[in-house]
């Protein structure tokens, strides 16, 4: 293989794993956020839900949208899969904080 070829694919995939590494802190922060809210009735103003929504759809949108090297071993798709449904089951837990 091309040694420039090789380079590009190193990069691309340390670039992308840093990528998936800050999705997956923003995921344990937002849940931690939401488990917190859980336990103060007043935090759930509507100017939070509404910061909180469009945080979860950020992050759900760039999840869905993500272009995996085609290159990436099968845990870094297993990571992926994960994610998305770690961040379907924090939309379902903050509805349920929301009534």
Same mark, same amino acid.
């Given at each position: #293989?091309?040694?420039?070829?090789?380079?590009?694919?190193?990069?691309? !995939?340390?670039? &992308?794993?840093?990528? #998936?590494?800050?999705?997956?802190?923003?995921?344990?922060? !937002?849940? @931690?956020?939401?488990?917190?809210? @859980?336990?103060?009735? $007043?935090?759930?103003?509507?100017? &939070?839900?509404?910061?909180?929504?469009?945080?979860?759809?950020?992050?759900?949108?760039?999840?869905?949208?993500?272009?995996?090297?085609? &290159?990436?071993? $099968?845990? $870094?798709?297993?990571?992926?899969?994960?994610?998305?449904?770690?961040?379907?089951? !924090?939309?379902?837990?903050?509805?349920?904080?929301?009534?």
């Amino acid at each position: #293989m091309n040694p420039i070829h090789e380079q590009f694919q190193k990069d691309t !995939l340390e670039a &992308w794993g840093h990528y #998936m590494t800050a999705l997956e802190t923003s995921i344990n922060d !937002l849940e @931690a956020d939401i488990a917190e809210a @859980a336990d103060m009735s $007043d935090r759930c103003t509507a100017e &939070w839900c509404e910061a909180t929504e469009h945080v979860i759809d950020e992050i759900n949108d760039a999840l869905f949208t993500i272009s995996e090297p085609r &290159w990436s071993s $099968d845990e $870094d798709s297993q990571r992926i899969k994960a994610l998305k449904r770690r961040v379907r089951t !924090l939309y379902v837990k903050y509805k349920g904080r929301q009534h």
